[in-house]
């Protein structure tokens, strides 16, 4: 039965291609943004997933950035410290030196005396940001080292937890630049310095080794959390990007099936106007 109005034909050609424009403009806003799932409503869970992902992808960015100046921090007093072992192995040297007879002593304590005011400079200065590992208060708070955050635990859907490495600071200020030296004014107080300054040195070694496993171990750490960002973007990517040799493949074939559809309802809109020959 045919109807002036009522028409099943168009009525179909019409939601055909209401539905026809809606996947063309999904594919279109795919190739727009690269996204395959851009907002909510184009997938929840997966969306949620990937937002997660994402704050914790920006966080370990974050943290990698916080590693690299922990790093650098302990990097400034690991290579004062190396200083210090170098200037206490002269000041071991020269007092050897003084050990005989037929040498100036006094000349010689003053090579040494030069080189802990050295020592103490360097001490002094071995600060990074306003942290110095080798001082006694190392922020002027009266700390007594760095905490550094390297990472944030996520386990199912629990809050995730924060852990971080701590680095003591080595009281160089107190234990070799506040430390005790017996002056040399013979080969006999020579001797008893030589003691002395093995001492310190045996302490700034045991310092300096500290400090090094501590900026390794951030160095490790930074590189670690490096490539778990990266490894999270690809993550994300498999999620929520875009194929964009699929999407360019739909695009053409929907907008021949918009072309055909727009064809098939200027036909079946024509449909009536051909009622109009049974009436001639």
Do not use: C, Y
């Amino acid at each position: 039965m045919s109807s002036i109005l009522t028409n099943n034909g168009a009525m179909v050609a019409l939601q055909t291609l209401k539905s026809i424009n809606s996947d063309l403009e999904g594919v279109q806003s795919q190739i727009a943004t690269g996204k395959d799932v851009n907002k909510a409503s184009d997938n929840a869970a997966i969306w949620a997933v990937s937002k997660v992902m994402e704050s914790d992808q920006s966080s370990f960015k974050q943290i990698g950035d916080q590693l690299s100046l922990g790093e650098a921090t302990v990097a400034v007093a690991s290579d004062a410290s190396e200083q210090v072992v170098s200037l206490l192995t002269e000041m071991k040297d020269l007092a050897i030196q003084a050990s005989g007879d037929n040498v100036d002593h006094a000349k010689i304590e003053a090579d040494i005396a030069a080189k802990e005011e050295q020592i103490a400079s360097i001490v002094g200065g071995a600060q990074f940001n306003g942290v110095n590992l080798l001082a006694t208060d190392t922020d002027g708070n009266g700390g007594t080292g760095i905490s550094v955050i390297s990472s944030i635990d996520r386990v199912g859907s629990n809050a995730p937890t924060v852990s971080t490495i701590t680095v003591d600071g080595v009281d160089f200020e107190n234990d070799i630049v506040g430390g005790t030296r017996t002056g040399i004014t013979d080969s006999a107080t020579a001797q008893t310095a030589i003691t002395d300054i093995e001492a310190l040195l045996q302490t700034a070694v045991n310092g300096a080794a500290a400090l090094g496993s501590s900026q390794s171990r951030l160095s490790d750490q930074g590189e670690f959390v490096s490539k778990l960002a990266d490894s999270m973007s690809s993550g994300i990517g498999a999620l929520v990007d875009a194929d964009m040799e699929e999407a360019s493949a739909k695009l053409q074939a929907l907008q021949v099936q918009q072309q055909l559809g727009a064809q098939a309802l200027s036909i079946a809109n024509q449909a009536p106007q051909q009622l109009l020959s049974l009436f001639r």
